[in-house]
């Protein structure tokens, strides 16, 4: 009777323990699927990290994206199903140190100011912190990894193969890439005058330190808090970082603070800027965020779509 009693209480802590480790993975797995869907919209942001790293250019990046999205959705639901437990949590592990790698590339040269995009937009995390999120993820990874039990599935392999082609498709599906961007655009029929006296002529206005009255300039104007301004002045940021000798100008609607963080979202405090407010703003940019123009002695030639940033398009602009 003693014996029975004894062994009922191991299985019972056996299952408890069990059932805790499955629990693990299947939480584990969530916050897979929820880090790369949190990413998908707006996706551009990880397009252009990726840009950044210089691996692959404009035209591959939304492949790119896609399938390292791909990944983190696959590993979030095999963990789910905690099919081969050993071979998934090495890939999770792998994934994780990679991505630490490349976070603390980006602390030793850009600072722990900047937004890790490690959830896009949804939540804000510098590189610091993403680390010692990694670093916990790891050691979970390490745990389930020794101590998890797989679950039976017939046909394993086949699990993992149809499951991976099926769940790799989801980024695809939700948000598929666009390669012709020739439908996006604004029509200028003829340049049009810019009126920057806006700007030189009122003390109040922080005047910029270059005169964009004359020459070629890349003019932006932009809301501190648009999830469009943002991705397109992250994306110009790094054309300008990779042309210095271009004339690249920002101008935000925001207070300091504001700026602040715009500029900790986008990378582009070294894109020379102003704080343009209310009426100005409104009189050279428009009703319609982000403005983006190509000016040449205070006449608009071309007006940029937000979804159609193209750095060839712009180079050959300022050659001309």
Known sequence: MVLFINFEKNIKKMNVKLISLRILSVMLGLFFIFSAYVKLFPIEILEISIVETGLVGWTLAPIFARLLLASEFALGVFLIMNIKPKLVNIFVMLSLLVFSIYLS?????????VN????GLFMIMN????ILKNIL????????YFKNTAVDYK????VIGVGAVLVSSIPFIINPPVFDKSKFGYEIEEPYLM??????DDVEVQQPKIDLREGKHLI????YNCQHCIVVAYSLQLISKRNPDLSFYFFINGDEEDIKEFHNLTK???????????????????????????????????????????????????ER
């Open 105 to 113: 590339i980006i602390l030793i040269f850009q600072g722990n100011s």
């Open 116 to 119: 890790c995009n490690c959830f």
């Open 127 to 130: 590189p610091f912190e993403s």
């Open 137 to 144: 993820m790891i050691a979970l990874s390490v745990l389930l």
């Open 155 to 158: 046909k394993d392999w086949l």
């Open 195 to 200: 009126d920057l006296s806006v700007v030189y």
């Open 220 to 223: 932006g104007f932009y809301s």
């Open 268 to 318: 582009s405090e070294h894109v020379p800027h102003s704080i343009l407010l209310a009426q100005p703003f409104v009189m050279l940019a428009g009703n319609r965020f982000p403005a983006v123009f190509l000016v040449e002695d205070s006449y608009v030639q071309e007006r940029i779509h937000p979804a159609a940033v193209d750095e060839k398009m712009i180079l050959e602009w300022f």
